[in-house]
């Protein structure tokens, strides 16, 4: 079984659409990350959901808007995309803690977003 | 703040040859280090992760890591590599284990090529 499964792998679309990848944890984890990976492959934190709510949300354009309706799933949200939004985007949790000693977080396959 | 500096961005290696990959950082706190794997097309996997204790730090796939906090360094080594290590490498620091802290920095990856 996956642990940490994101839909879709590819999204190719135009600039301008709206757009939104899904990201779902069955590690009963109550921590979750969105990370943006550029063509460099410099990965940086965009967002981290604890319990439902945002504990970090780095310097994002709003046009990004992350969504958590349960602690098992953190969806990602893309306003009027622009072509410097091309990248591949990764989802991960981990435990907090007390509840963990391994403090791992594990990511998702990736969803490669190409803005055309 | 914090940061990481892989200072190799690619290292070419012949098979069941030794490597080191090298990993510097600098935080202003306690650092929490670790390694992730990627392979092509693939999210990231912890590789080993250094949180206190033993500055000598094993891990999978033959893996191991030395903190050095004098240095500020943990390269990761492996004493005679495979074909099926090749892949990108990550380092990556948090200043703690909690909250808004826990929030990895990644560097900016190192690609091991094995060579037959």
């Known amino acids: 079984d996956t642990a940490v499964s994101q839909t879709p792998k590819y999204l190719v679309t135009q600039m301008g659409n709206d757009k939104s990848i899904k990201c779902e944890q069955n590690l009963g984890h109550d921590t979750m990350y969105w990370y943006k990976q550029d063509s460099k492959k410099f990965l940086k934190i965009m967002f981290s959901y604890n319990n439902k709510e945002l504990i970090i949300n780095e310097t994002v354009p709003n046009r990004f808007s992350p969504k958590s309706p349960d602690k098992a799933h953190l969806n990602l949200h893309i306003n009027s995309l622009e072509l410097g939004d091309s990248a591949v985007y990764f989802c991960?949790?981990?435990?907090?803690?007390?509840?963990?000693?391994?403090?791992?977080?594990?990511f998702g396959p990736g969803t490669r977003l190409t803005v055309t | 703040a914090q940061s990481v500096t892989q200072l190799d961005s690619q290292v070419p290696v012949f098979e069941e040859a030794p490597v080191e990959l090298r990993c510097n950082y600098s935080s202003s706190v306690s650092v929490y280090l670790f390694w992730y794997v990627q392979y092509p097309n693939q999210g990231l996997q912890l590789l080993l992760k250094y949180l206190s204790g033993s500055t000598l730090v094993k891990g999978i796939n033959g893996f191991e890591a030395e903190f050095n906090k004098s240095q500020t360094s943990f390269h990761l080594r492996k004493p005679s590599v495979h074909i099926s290590d090749t892949a990108e490498y990550f380092c990556?620091?948090?200043?703690?284990?909690?909250?808004?802290?826990?929030?990895?920095?990644f560097g900016s990856g190192t690609q091991l090529t094995v060579l037959p």
């Open positions: 990556a620091v948090s200043g703690g284990l909690s909250g808004s802290a826990r929030q990895l920095t």
């Open positions: 991960a949790s981990s435990q907090e803690l007390p509840h963990s000693t391994s403090y791992e977080q594990y």
